[in-house]
């Protein structure tokens, strides 16, 4: 399968595609959240030496998947930062490592600018535990707090990646 993973701000013709895909896998219940406010949030990933970033997972020039680095996504843990937010992996495409691709590029890109952890929630860490991340804090019965830690330049431990 050929998988091309870009920056969405090389790519803007694409944006309102990758708002509808986050909008529908986590905010259609949010009372006031529309595709165009998705957009208008993922317009502020315009540079890949900045946070926040916003790769997209394309097959044939056409989205089917995302993931973003965000300086927060949490009203709580204001003081953990970034988050990786909104991974989605269009239905057809799921348990075809494309959600892994894009994780596995997060943590490249983040690892270049320097960002020593980054958090998420979710309530399936084991995906995530698999790619590397650490229980950071259960939130619930159903609801974890995972961090990626980066590796350090010359790290050799297992996980760490050249």
């Not at 165009?36 to 998947?65: S, T």
């Amino acid at each position: 399968m050929p998988l091309t993973i870009t920056h969405l701000h090389e790519i803007p013709a694409h944006r309102q595609a990758v708002a509808e895909m986050i909008w529908r896998e986590f905010w259609t219940d949010v009372p006031g959240a529309t595709t165009q406010g998705m957009a208008d949030r993922l317009a502020k990933a315009g540079r890949p030496d900045a946070v926040p970033l916003c790769l997209v997972a394309l097959h044939e020039g056409q989205p089917i998947g995302v993931v973003n680095l965000v300086e927060n996504d949490d009203d709580v843990h204001v003081d953990w930062t970034p988050w990786l937010a909104g991974l989605v992996v269009a239905e057809p495409w799921r348990g075809r490592g494309v959600g892994s691709a894009l994780v596995g590029r997060l943590l490249d890109e983040a690892r270049r600018l320097g960002i020593q952890q980054f958090y998420l929630g979710t309530d399936g860490p084991g995906f995530y535990t698999r790619l590397g991340a650490v229980h950071h804090l259960q939130h619930s019965a159903d609801f974890w707090f995972l961090r990626f830690d980066l590796a350090q330049a010359g790290d050799s431990s297992p996980g760490a990646r050249a």
